[in-house]
T-cell receptor, first 116, second 112 residues
Framework: DVKVTQSSRYLVKRTGEKVFLECVQD?????MFWYRQDPGLGLRLIYFSYDVKMKEKGDIPEGYSVSREKKERFSLILESASTNQTSMYLC???????????????FGPGTRLTVT | GQSLEQPSEVTAVEGAIVQINCTYQTSGFYGLSWYQQHDGGAPTFLSY????GLEETGRFSSFLSRSDSYGYLLLQELQMKDSASYFC?????????????FGSGTRLLVRP
């Protein structure tokens, strides 16, 4: 079974703090993704990475950065957390090999981040 | 820009059939997929359509019309456990790889 794990289920941080969200997958997938999920807005893509040290901006990258130093690990960084970054953060991975790379992503359980 | 539209909420009775529609406006479209998410859980993949027509997977079917930029997910013989949120997503080519853009989700409530 594919397994995507995220470092925390719940996280509370203060405004202005630097926040690291970690994601690890065990399926040797090349692609990894970070989304945030808010009620009524669905899943919005923040950043994704298609290879180690490679990244591409998603639809809402402002206020975020990412790091991919190893294939299995993809980190989302909030440089200076703000209250409007309170959200559920979901990590996902996929393999570009075969047609599944077009549509099948495996998600982690999510991190609910509250910024106060 | 890219946009997907789906109803925010649908209610149906156990044992019935329900259809969740999705319309999209995108460029570089490769296909339409559907994900299910139970409250507190992670989204899980259900089905994918790259070509026009109907794809069936057990009680779930998905349809795509590329000319109409439209698709739907059909759930038959509804069960209480089908109560969840359902997201349509389009596969697009990014600068260097593929990505998914998700709709805002449809919350399905199955009543006894």
């Amino acid at each position: 079974d594919v397994k995507v794990t995220q470092s925390s289920r719940y996280l509370v941080k203060r405004t202005g703090e630097k926040v690291f969200l970690e994601c690890v997958q065990d399926m040797d997938h090349e692609n990894m993704f970070w989304y945030r999920q808010d009620p009524g807005l669905g899943l919005r893509l923040i950043y994704f990475s298609y290879d180690v040290k490679m990244k591409e901006k998603g639809d809402i990258p402002e206020g975020y950065s990412v790091s991919r130093e190893k294939k299995e690990r993809f980190s989302l960084i909030l440089e200076s957390a703000s209250t409007n970054q309170t959200s559920m953060y979901l990590c996902a991975s996929s393999s570009p090999r075969g047609a599944g790379g077009l549509y099948e992503q495996y998600f982690g359980p999510g991190t609910r981040l509250t910024v106060t | 820009g890219q946009s997907l539209e789906q109803p925010s909420e649908v209610t149906a009775v156990e044992g019935a059939i329900v259809q969740i529609n999705c319309t999209y406006q995108t460029s570089g479209f490769y296909g339409l997929s559907w994900y299910q998410q139970h409250d507190g859980g992670a989204p899980t993949f259900l089905s994918y359509n790259a070509l026009d027509g109907l794809e069936e997977t057990g009680r779930f079917s998905s349809f795509l019309s590329r000319s109409d930029s439209y698709g739907y997910l059909l759930l038959q013989e509804l069960q209480m456990k089908d109560s969840a949120s359902y997201f349509c997503a389009v596969s697009l080519r990014g600068d260097s790889s593929y990505k998914l853009i998700f709709g805002s989700g449809t919350r399905l409530l199955v009543r006894p």
